[in-house]
């Protein structure tokens, strides 16, 4: 879930989103916007983990911006600290997302988007019937690196909510360290890794498979 929800939806739909808003947008949006982004991606991530705590912990940040809305405010790293997690993933990894697709679109000629648009294609249409198609193998490859980065994230979760409540926010890196080296089960612990390896192997070669196919 925290794959699925951080990086196969959460980066890279929101890294390419990014990246056609800033093509659109004027050089100032463009530099300010940037920034803000890539500032989050170059943080250590213990440094990120530690903000995001202090975001989303019993009277933190959220909840403060929530009681001045006269909005109920919960202990969010509680009630659903996978969701929590998941946000600071996205945070913190959409950077590189929209890095990826904005060299890609950079490399759409303008003739053929211009063209759809004389012909009545729609925004959407556009997208969905040229740009998508165009930058195929960006999204593959974008896809591949960034769910191979979120399999190993552990310092975030670790920081954030290690594991808890329970194991409700538990992944495979999280509860690898703890049967190794907290249970001391070093050879349970390194099964996991091994299976870790595994789900990453499976993953890079479904999306290798997918830039081999023909458009």
Known sequence: MFTVVSSLIGQNTLGLA??????RASKPVR??????????????EVVAGFLLYAFFRR???LDAILVWLHLPSQNWLFTLPILAVSFANVWR?????????SAALDEIPKEITEAAEVDGAGGWRRMWH????????????????????????FGLIWVMTRGGPGNKS???????????????????????ALLLLLV???FSLVYVRLLRTEV
């Open 200 to 202: 990453g192997a499976l």
């Open 130 to 153: 040229i740009t998508l198609p165009m930058i195929r193998r960006s999204i593959g490859t974008n896809l591949m690196l960034n769910t191979l980065q979120t399999l190993s994230v």
């Open 59 to 61: 009277e933190g940040t």
């Open 93 to 101: 990894g959409t950077a590189f997302s929209m890095l990826v697709y």
């Open 170 to 192: 538990q992944t495979l890196p999280l509860f690898m360290y703890e049967q190794a080296f907290q249970n001391s089960m070093i050879g349970y612990g390194t099964a996991v």
């Open 31 to 44: 530099t300010i916007t940037g920034a803000i982004v890539i500032t989050a991606w170059v943080l250590p």
């Open 18 to 23: 990014l990246a056609t808003l800033m093509q």
